[in-house]
């Protein structure tokens, strides 16, 4: 069903103490899941060190509420000769009118850059 958007990285349940005043889950605790996901993707090409460099772009789409299963799908859209950028996708699993249904919730490209263990950028081990 979601093959399109990668292959999936996390799946968690979104707890009451990652919500804000509203109720809503925190953009933060998503965009934390988010950067789970992209590190997990990233190992597909290389599992080397890497640091998080861009978040290119980040489009909340639907609020994530109490009790949400989160999950998110990643793949490496472009690769460089030391940095990889992946899109990821989150959707969240709820009961609407005693029915589940899966809410895409947020999309998001993201850059990480490889590193060694000084921190210093390195060139991708694609082979």
């Known amino acids: 069903m979601m093959q399109n958007y990668g292959k999936l990285r ?4 979104a707890m009451p103490k990652d919500t804000n005043s509203k ?11 988010i950067d ?11 599992s080397g060190n ?7 772009s980040l489009e909340f789409k639907k ?3 109490i009790g949400d299963t989160v999950t998110c799908y990643g793949k490496i859209i472009k690769v460089g000769k030391t940095s990889i950028q ?6 969240a699993e709820r009961v609407i009118n ?13 850059t990480y850059v490889a590193v060694d263990n000084d921190g210093n950028k390195r060139l991708l081990k694609t082979d």
Request: aromatic share 8%.
């Open 86 to 91: 992946t899109q990821i996708e989150v959707f």
């Open 50 to 56: 890497f640091a998080t460099v861009a978040v290119n």
């Open 98 to 110: 005693h029915e589940e249904v899966c809410v895409h919730v947020t999309s998001a490209i993201v």
């Open 23 to 33: 109720g809503n889950i925190f953009g933060g605790w998503i965009m934390s899941q």
């Open 63 to 65: 609020a994530v509420k």
């Open 36 to 46: 789970i996901a992209g590190s997990l993707t990233v190992r597909d090409l290389d």
């Open 10 to 13: 996390t799946r968690v349940v």
